[in-house]
């Protein structure tokens, strides 16, 4: 496992994220959620909306890992969407 996937367990652990679709959404429009991670395999509907909103909000966004690699990072099951509100986590993962 990568260092930046396993970062996000760590994130998330802490409480530095949030996930699902609507959870993301939300946290990207009230300016919590500073990095989005959009799995790579998620449904077409999903993708635009995360990035028309992520655009808008001016959210970066990194599509290149599976829901997979997502899921097993964080340790729940079916994960497409994660965003991260934890500056301090934010830091270290654009490292």
Not at 32 to 52: E, G, H
Not at 78 to 88: A, E, L
């Amino acid at each position: 496992m990568d260092r930046i996937l396993s970062n996000l367990g760590l994130c998330y652990r802490s409480g530095g994220l949030v996930c699902g679709e609507e959870t993301v959404v939300e946290g990207i429009r009230s300016g919590k959620v500073k990095y989005v991670f959009l799995a790579n395999d998620a449904s077409k509907n999903a993708q635009k909306l995360i990035l028309d909103k992520s655009k808008f909000y001016n959210v970066e966004v990194c599509c290149c890992y599976s829901s997979l690699e997502l899921s097993s990072a964080i340790g729940k099951s079916g994960r497409m969407v994660i965003g991260i509100t934890n500056n301090g986590f934010l830091k270290i993962l654009k490292k």
